[in-house]
């Protein structure tokens, strides 16, 4: 699967690692893992960092609009974005998170991603050690 998701900061924040090109039919798989950590989280919110540096391809916004349903889940907080260069994926990635009515921002790089959680939800950790790991 071309999705690896883990726990960035336990039951807070998750990175999902998108690799080649993710399917429709992979999307329930994601879905399915998306909602586990979320069920996991004992936070109010639990954020979801996207990397898509090596990414090729994604589905559609109305695509993952009817595959997923973790973006309603009482839990899901911001998604972040990062690593996204094609136009495609871009707008995609515009469209998909207004479909769900979710908090979304595209910062860029992972370390902008941090940055940008630090900034907005002051009960996480102090995330510039992460940050420098993953780099």
Same mark, same amino acid.
């Given at each position: 699967?071309? $999705?690896? $998701?883990?726990?960035? $900061?336990?039951?807070? =924040?998750v990175?999902?690692?998108i690799?080649? @090109?993710?399917t *429709? %039919? *992979?999307l &329930? +798989?994601? %879905?399915?893992q998306m909602?586990?950590?979320?069920d /996991? +989280? !004992?936070s109010?919110?639990m954020? +979801?960092?996207w990397d898509f &540096?090596?990414?090729q391809e =994604?589905? #559609?916004?109305w695509?993952?609009?009817?595959?997923v349903t973790?973006?309603?889940?009482?839990?899901?907080g911001?998604? =972040?974005?990062a !690593?996204v260069? &094609? #136009?495609?994926?871009?707008?995609?990635l515009? @469209?998909? #998170? /207004?479909?769900f009515?979710?908090?979304?921002r595209n910062?860029g790089t992972?370390?902008a991603s941090? *940055?940008?959680? /630090? /900034?907005? %939800?002051s009960?996480?950790? %102090?995330l510039?050690?992460i940050a420098?790991e993953?780099?």
């Amino acid at each position: 699967m071309p $999705v690896a $998701v883990n726990w960035l $900061v336990a039951g807070r =924040i998750v990175i999902n690692r998108i690799t080649g @090109i993710l399917t *429709e %039919d *992979e999307l &329930s +798989s994601l %879905d399915e893992q998306m909602n586990h950590f979320l069920d /996991q +989280s !004992g936070s109010v919110l639990m954020h +979801s960092v996207w990397d898509f &540096s090596a990414a090729q391809e =994604i589905p #559609p916004a109305w695509t993952i609009k009817r595959a997923v349903t973790f973006p309603n889940h009482e839990r899901f907080g911001w998604a =972040i974005f990062a !690593g996204v260069t &094609s #136009p495609v994926m871009k707008l995609t990635l515009v @469209i998909a #998170p /207004q479909l769900f009515q979710v908090r979304f921002r595209n910062c860029g790089t992972l370390e902008a991603s941090l *940055e940008f959680l /630090q /900034q907005v %939800d002051s009960t996480l950790p %102090d995330l510039k050690a992460i940050a420098s790991e993953l780099i």
